[in-house]
């Protein structure tokens, strides 16, 4: 019979707070000023690693000959978005309900550690992650398994006994790698990438709370 994890690593971009389908209509807003279309799969490619996919290749040479002017005006319109955005509906509960019942918690991100203190920080949630594995800290962000590996060994225990809560593909495969348990719970944006059909899945991602996110850990456990 399949045991309960000891432990919980969240992704953050995308699983905690939704910055990928914000990040990405702003690119596709930008794209579609100079007459180009951003596609989705392009993008995808770009999620959950680093420095996969460029978008601004696929922009006019005037706008990338401006691209210090036009980058500014760009991350700070996405910064403002940010500040207004909510976190995924049901994922502050979830954490809560994590460090309630005893379990541990930490984050595994590809992202600087800069990036996720504030936006954690924002939302009240920084003191309830025991343990943050940024690409600060590693050599190879997703989909290699060094940010989980680290993740694990951060809380001391066995990949094995965590589980990973991702909205990627990429961050999947690093999971995975890592030897840790998987639940993909997907956004606007990776809804549509390619996950294996084994690895256990929620659309409605947090909206069966801790419970539900354990109990589709479990069966897919076996």
Request: net charge negative; proline share 6%; glycine share 8%.
């Amino acid at each position: 019979m399949a045991s309960l994890p000891r432990a919980l690593i969240f992704d953050f971009d995308g699983t905690i707070l939704d910055t990928e389908t914000l990040e990405f209509r702003h690119w596709q807003a930008l794209y579609r000023e100079h007459g180009r279309e951003l596609s989705l799969p392009a993008w995808q490619r770009g999620i959950g690693t680093w420095d996969a996919f460029d978008p601004w290749a696929g922009l006019p040479g005037h706008v990338q000959a401006d691209r210090e002017r036009v980058e500014r005006d760009l991350h700070g319109r996405i910064h403002a978005a940010l500040a207004e955005q909510d976190l995924r509906p049901g994922v502050r509960e979830v954490l809560a309900d994590v460090r309630r019942r005893g379990l541990r918690l930490a984050l595994a991100t590809s992202s600087s550690r800069t990036w996720v203190t504030h936006w954690l920080a924002a939302h009240g949630l920084l003191d309830l992650f025991e343990a943050l594995a940024t690409r600060d800290d590693v050599r190879r962000v997703k989909p290699d398994p060094e940010l989980y590996v680290l993740a694990a060994e951060r809380l001391g225990l066995p990949a094995a006994d965590c589980l990973a809560v991702e909205d990627s593909l990429n961050g999947g495969l690093a999971a995975v790698a890592a030897g840790c348990r998987l639940i993909v719970v997907p956004n606007d944006v990776t809804r549509t990438q390619p996950f294996p059909p084994e690895w256990p899945r929620l659309e409605d991602a947090y909206a069966g709370g801790l419970d539900g996110l354990l109990a589709v850990a479990l069966r897919a456990d076996g």
